[in-house]
Nanobody, 121 residues
Framework: QVQLVESGGGLVQAGGSLRLSCAASRRTFSVSTRGWFRQAPGKEREFVAAVNWFGGRTYYADSVKGRFIISRDNAKNTVYLQMNSLKPEDTAAYYC??????????????WGQGTQVTVSS
């Protein structure tokens, strides 16, 4: 079973930056997309960004477009989420995911344990 492990969360002031990483324990050919989701207290989990594993096409939620950048390192089986110009409303637990398909409508069936991002005003 492939495991996804996130790192890089923390506390940052509004306007600051953080970079999240998501490492997969091994390569799997049943994955065509890697993504990031987030869930704030009392809210449903929402899509943040995704990248096609082979072609590199990226997808973003409107709320993070222009501020967040998703990238991948195929050799390291790792996906990154560079978060810039952070806002208090970005505060949430961030989860990486992997699955088949593309973008927010892909079937994500592998999930990490989550990493907390807190943005202070």
């Amino acid at each position: 079973q492939v495991q996804l492990v996130e790192s890089g969360g923390g506390l940052v002031q509004a306007g600051g930056s953080l970079r999240l990483s998501c490492a997969a324990s091994r390569r799997t050919f049943s994955v065509s997309t890697r993504g990031w989701f987030r869930q704030a207290p009392g809210k449903e989990r929402e899509f943040v960004a995704a990248v096609n594993w082979f072609g590199g096409r990226t997808y973003y939620a409107d709320s993070v477009k222009g501020r967040f950048i998703i990238s991948r390192d195929n050799a390291k089986n790792t996906v990154y989420l560079q978060m810039n110009s952070l806002k208090p409303e970005d505060t949430a637990a961030y989860y990486c995911a992997a699955g088949l398909g593309a973008g927010p409508t892909a079937r994500y069936d592998l999930w990490g344990q989550g990493t907390q991002v807190t943005v202070s005003s």
